[in-house]
């Protein structure tokens, strides 16, 4: 990356791997169904269907953690443009925008207790980046994404308009 260039990477705060789910899940199964097979042998069999589904449920729920972990967000800013990039599974989207006309906007949440909105975008097309970050995390990014493109803008072999973003 040239010092012309810079990326941002967002992503959640994820200390839940998928191999720490998957012995997370095999010791839940392992005590649920120990404690479950032991009330059966003593007549209780009915707990035993309970309790796999309670493992089905938990398991799920694990599912759908480590796969919302695994989400990242990449904000390109070089001398022409700015790229966005959202990678998740199959699910991959791309948007680029020239870097002199891209504006960014935090928008403030209109209803008390809904987090604000960190917005970039050009002519009418908006991408909101930073979703999994507090309301403090989406200031800072906001400030360092702003400095990043005066920074970049003020280079002497960029050109474009005296005013390259909007606040």
């Known amino acids: 990356m040239s ?14 791997h998928s191999r720490t789910g998957i ?26 269907p309970f309790a796999l589904l309670d493992v089905m449920a938990v ?3 694990f ?31 791309k948007w680029e925008f020239p870097l002199h006309w891209t504006q960014i906007r935090l928008e403030r949440p209109i209803h008390r207790g809904y987090p604000a909105r960190l917005l970039l975008g050009c002519r009418g097309e908006w991408v909101e ?3 999994c970050l507090t309301d403090r995390e989406r200031g800072t990014l906001t400030q360092a994404l702003k400095d990043e493109f005066r920074r970049i ?4 072999g960029v050109q474009g308009p005296e005013r390259g973003f909007a606040d």
């Open 23 to 48: 012995w997370l899940i095999a010791l839940l199964v392992i005590i649920a169904l120990g404690i479950a097979m032991r009330f059966a042998i003593l007549g209780y069999w009915l707990i035993l």
């Open 153 to 156: 803008s003020a280079h002497p």
């Open 129 to 131: 980046i930073g979703g």
């Open 63 to 93: 599912y759908l953690i480590i796969r919302q972990s695994e989400y990242v967000e990449r904000v390109v800013i070089s001398e022409s443009r700015v790229e966005i990039f959202h990678i998740q599974d199959n699910a991959d989207a």
């Open 3 to 16: 010092s012309h260039q810079s990326e941002f990477v967002i992503r959640p705060n994820g200390s839940f």
């Open 59 to 61: 398991g799920i729920v």
